[in-house]
């Protein structure tokens, strides 16, 4: 073989190489939704409790925006949501108060919330309990988020009884 083959040999061999790890990078990145485990869980719950104030973490997952790489949702003590947006190092980059009446009323005890999320995944068939708020809108009582295996989030709106009253289609975020 001449110079001139192997230097196009070589050439081809390493582009090859190149997108073979742009693609096994690119299909490792999480993408929206997934739900945070471990120490980012960690990182991630303390660091909006700290922005916060007092409550309790109701959901914490992966978030692909710009300049967001997680999503934090807290119900405070008051009963208010509040939603978090981290950068990757856990620094504060948005804040979003619950502003729909979802909040009012009550705080959501933890027996009510596992109902309307056990009642909620029933009729959905499957996924994973994302957030459970209170709902004042066309007599629901509960609004609970299913979030699906594809990462679409199905909305179901549920009565005082937690009978199932709506199911929204499948949405991504």
Known sequence: MGKKTLWITGMATAAAAIGGASAAVAGSTPGDDQPLTGSVLQQASDSAIAHTGPGTVASAETDNDANTSYEVGVRLNNGNSVEVELNSSFQVVTTEHDDDGAGSGPPLSAADREKAGQ????????GRVGEVERENEGGSAYEAEI?????????????????VLRTEAPERD
Do not use: N, W
């Not at 009642?119 to 499957?126: D, E, I, K, L, P």
């Open 119 to 126: 009642a909620a995944v029933a009729r959905v068939g499957q």
């Open 147 to 163: 979030i699906l295996p594809d990462g679409s989030e199905v909305d179901v709106e549920l009565g005082a009884d937690f009978q």
